[in-house]
């Protein structure tokens, strides 16, 4: 490659970076986020998290509900009323990738009551950040 081109490559490479399109680290908000994270023990048997009659509830600290699984796993989350009826749970389930954090709600209020629902019923650990 000649100079000419190298210098246009790096001027488009930093025009674009200076632009917020190319992140090298997660946002502050990202890491907050993850900061709060909570451990989780899903005993084999069980299909939700947390047991009944406990729930997680959305904080300020994430805007999405995320967790992290010690292997991959095919998760939904379901969402509960104030009076902790069942409002509706997703109608897909995401599969996530081992000691990765994956979103499985996007964009939810402070203060909502969920619980995941797993595909399947054996034993899983990891962490939930809301």
């Known amino acids: 490659m000649n100079i000419r081109k190298k210098i246009t490559a790096l001027v488009l490479a930093s ?10 680290a997660p946002t502050a908000s990202a890491a907050t986020c993850y900061e709060s994270r909570v451990v989780f023990n899903k005993d084999a048997g069980d299909y939700y998290l947390p047991d009944s009659p406990t729930f997680y509830k959305t904080t300020n600290q994430c805007a999405d509900i995320n967790i992290s699984t010690n ?3 095919d998760i939904k989350v379901c969402f509960y009323k104030s009076d902790y009826s069942l409002n509706y749970c997703q109608a897909n389930y995401t599969t996530t990738t081992a000691s990765q954090w994956t979103v499985i709600a996007s964009d939810v209020n402070d203060g ?3 619980r995941f629902r797993f595909r399947t019923s054996g034993y899983s650990q990891g962490y939930v950040a809301r």
């Open 15 to 24: 025009g674009i970076a200076a632009a917020g399109l190319i992140s090298a």
């Open 112 to 114: 909502v009551l969920f």
């Open 71 to 73: 292997m991959s796993r």
